[in-house]
């Protein structure tokens, strides 16, 4: 039998990749220190944009992780949504004899293909401690729910804030925006923006300093710091 993903491993591996992704920013900003500061704005939103999608693969893959190492609740959830569409499809008659045959365990492929038959990264929107809810066991369940809603809410803005850099569109940086000010004022002091930041301003802000460290960097950490509570 393949041996089990542990999801601490996707933690640990999140991690490194915010240590080298800061590194390479502090050595590009280190490069251009008497280059256009409009250089260094671009490698702040160049390195955010590096560090939020990994973000995205972190969560997908820490989230397979966790049902291919109990798949107790995942088959579950499964065999209850296929007795949902049995009543729905009106053979509610036939529901009592419908049973799902899968695995025990779950491979990480089969997870994969359960998830998403296309391969790609989970998408779990505002629904992340819905689906942990109805797709893992505890621990891990346990962990993404004792997330707080400040926490959430960086969740949110990260995605929120890598969307309007990519599509740039109208209503993406109105979602953006909405996603800064809803911000925890007291937990992410320096990540809040209660003013609203363009499409060509995003580099700005993600380069400003509010304190100690640029936007960019306390993004990092903030992210670091959210992966690290998921460590079982």
């Known amino acids: 039998m393949a041996r089990k993903r542990d999801p601490d491993d996707e933690v640990d591996r999140f991690l490194a990749a915010v240590v080298a992704s800061l590194d390479l920013w502090r ?23 590096r560090i939020a999608v990994e973000w995205e693969g972190f969560r997908s893959r820490w989230h397979i ?13 499964v065999e209850a949504r296929f007795r949902a569409s049995i009543k729905e499809r009106g053979f509610r008659e036939l529901e009592p004899y419908v049973h799902v ?12 293909r359960l998830l998403d038959p296309l391969g790609r990264n989970i998408s ?14 505890n621990p891990y369940s346990a962990k993404v729910q004792s997330l707080s809603s400040a926490d959430l809410r960086v969740v949110f803005a990260s995605e929120k804030l890598r969307n309007a850099i990519v599509h740039r569109s109208s209503s993406s940086v109105a979602e953006m925006n909405t996603a800064l000010v809803a ?3 007291t937990a992410d002091a320096d990540l809040v923006r209660t003013s609203r930041v363009t499409a060509d301003g995003i580099a700005a802000y993600l380069h400003a300093r509010p304190s100690s460290e640029r936007r960019v960097e306390v993004w990092h950490r903030r992210l670091g710091q959210l992966a690290s509570r998921l460590r079982i």
């Not at 045959?101 to 994969?112: D, H, I, S």
């Not at 779990?124 to 066991?137: H, I, K, P, V």
């Open 27 to 49: 050595r590009t900003q280190h490069a251009l220190e008497s280059s256009d500061l409009g250089l260094r704005k671009v490698a702040s939103l160049d390195a955010f944009v």
């Open 65 to 77: 992780a966790a049902i291919n190492r109990d798949s107790s609740a995942y088959r579950a959830q």
């Open 101 to 112: 045959a899968l695995p025990a365990q779950l491979g990480v492929a089969t997870v994969q």
């Open 124 to 137: 779990f929107g505002d629904n992340w401690t819905d689906r942990a809810r109805a797709e893992l066991a």
């Open 183 to 185: 911000l925890d004022p």
